[in-house]
């Protein structure tokens, strides 16, 4: 299980410790995402070297393939992907809503086809916690239903109230002497209201740790920084708070603002992909003819074996080629850059300058930003 | 410029020391193959890692993209790739033939259409030996043509003086003071009389080092087999030789005992694209049923990375969901095995025990061979 706690604050932000079964985790900290066992193009090497200490698995992903059953007979997630630091598993709610075919939501749970195979599966809040278990994870979220932002009012109610009785049927499946310490998660879309009662409906229930949902969903970023801002400072101040699916990197630091200390998602990863890399400096555009003689790492402040390694003509090359090493290069330098990022906030709250950081952070993005569109 | 010293011999078999620029290289070697200025689906730290010591570079296609002048501006090949051991290029006469467009082809070289943009280019034998040597390789080859193996015999006869002359304006165009040891091809199909004529025009010209080309080119394995045992001996015992784009792991343990020292195929990193591994139990069909549940690595006589880390059933899991990552840790295998079963050979030639190392090797390949089809 997980013990959790506060070194610092600064403002509403924090810098804590998160002890796992697979090691310490400092917080705040940005998770990449291992959608299907493994982070998309790199390995766990790369992610030891970058300093990654927690990765995102899926339930939804890894139900459908390999299934968690055979993962659990080969030892668990840790074992097959050989990663022995954190893993953290969603619920496989929000894929359900956004990949799953043929869905029809009920009172039990949802019923779906494969996406991949057009089976019939079944998720209910006991299966999501089973399989989560079954794949050992260290921390397992909560069932949920994640509405679109713009659902109608009645809808976003009859769906908190779903989510707070899934909610307590995890609690219930839930075995806190096993692998996984399970967080709530929390919705209400951009209404604090529903917010306020959904922080009182999942915190009743007193778990190891709670998620932000429902945000980085359609709504703008302002919304977003708004309803974080909002939201995170309701939840329990000796739990870890997870912001889920979020986000760039001026919504890391937003979100840390808010006291939030863990985040996921695929934007540095996919955007490594798509040849779009973050820097101290502003987003660059590899494929840009301005990289093509560039004999400059892609990022001078960055430490990561790309930028050690690598000028921007060869990256813009492999890029243009299509060559394969073009998207672990790409994604290790953009996972590097998101972790030190968040390494350094945590340092800045440490030292009482988190708002100064974020103010020089912000200011660095402006010098080289390049268009993205 | 490279020295070259026969260490060992055992039967027509030969352990010899290569001394490049960029370091030591044992043979008989194998040679990744770094077509667009990256062996593809890995980096340099993977083939650091498996002991790689020389790679091969495609003149052909670092002309069209991104264009040797800027590699030279960029340092050179080595420090663009951020690979300081040996780099071989070929001349891109092979390429030329198998991938350019609107091919014309005169004395003067060979004009054509690039297949990326349709750029009207030019080969010759000055401009193959000026952008080699623009690129700073160790191991610059002659430009040569390489007809089909089913080629009319007034074609090869033909096709052989103009090879031989080509030669000669290499050998006219190289700087003996420059980065680039000159290494001449020997073609001739499978005529023994060709391939005996071939040898003696091209040997003439005193070269560091020769190659067979003209070999995988459409005839069977064993007129291959055959057509290498008899024109490796012809060439000079003091020079390394190079047998070009061959082959399996069988044809490499051939064409050893046939006396050559250095080979490349793009083999192992297609088949590993394909998720076929070549182990010491035989081929491995990475996606079939039987691997599902299998938590052995997929060599365990291999101690690679990929079979350190993983197990097939993982391997098989990442090859299924199409995960990048499964490119890399095939690939960092199956160059490994390659590299190892050269190495063991080696080994064996000092031993004097080279036919029973062949006949071992070829005896474990039986185990567990999967149909590839």
């Known amino acids: 299980m997980i013990a959790f706690q506060v070194e610092a604050r600064d403002g509403a932000a924090r810098a804590g410790l998160l002890t796992t079964p697979h090691g310490l985790v400092e917080t705040p900290i940005f998770m990449p995402v291992g959608t299907q066992g493994t982070v998309k193009a790199v390995g766990p090497d790369d992610l030891r070297a970058i300093g990654a200490r927690i990765v995102l698995g899926n339930t939804y992903h890894l139900l459908l393939r390999p299934g968690h059953e055979l993962v659990k007979r080969r030892g668990g997630l840790h074992r097959f992907m050989a990663w ?60 949920d239903e994640c509405p679109p932002a713009d659902a109608p009012r009645a809808y976003l109610e009859e769906s908190l109230a779903r989510t707070a009785r899934w909610a307590r049927r995890c609690r219930a499946a839930w075995h806190p002497d ?49 309803g974080v801002a909002f939201s995170a400072p309701l939840l329990p101040e000796d739990r870890p708070r997870y912001l889920m699916g979020v ?11 808010a006291g939030v200390d863990m985040m996921d998602c695929v934007l540095p990863t996919r955007c490594a992909r798509n040849g779009l890399l973050f820097t101290s400096r502003g987003r660059l555009v590899i494929r840009n003819r301005v990289h093509a003689e560039d004999d400059g790492p892609p990022d001078p402040a960055c430490g990561c074996y790309t930028c050690r390694t690598f000028s921007r003509a060869y990256l813009r090359h492999l890029f243009q080629a299509k060559e394969l090493l073009a998207y672990r290069l790409n994604s290790i330098h953009n996972l590097a ?30 010098q080289d930003e390049e268009e993205t569109g």
Chains 1, 2 share one sequence.
């Open 178 to 226: 096993g692998p996984s310490a399970l967080f709530g998660i929390v919705q209400g879309a951009m209404d604090e209201g529903l917010r306020r009662r959904s922080v009182e409906e999942i915190c009743a229930l007193d778990l190891p740790g709670y998620a932000l949902g429902g945000y980085s969903v359609g709504e703008t970023p302002a919304e977003m920084h708004a």
């Open 84 to 143: 022995d630091r954190a893993i953290l598993t969603d619920s496989g709610g929000f894929q359900l809503f956004s990949l799953a075919e043929r869905r029809k939501l009920s009172e039990e749970g949802v019923e779906f086809r494969s996406h991949l195979d057009g089976s019939s599966q079944k998720l209910t809040p006991e299966r999501s916690i089973e399989i989560q278990e079954a794949l050992g994870s260290d921390v397992a979220m909560a069932f």
């Open 247 to 257: 986000g760039s990197p001026d919504d890391l630091l937003h979100a840390v603002a």
């Open 337 to 366: 850059y998101f972790l030190s990022l968040m390494a350094g906030a945590r340092r800045a709250i440490r030292e009482g300058a988190f708002v100064a950081y974020a103010r020089e952070a912000r200011a660095g993005w402006e």
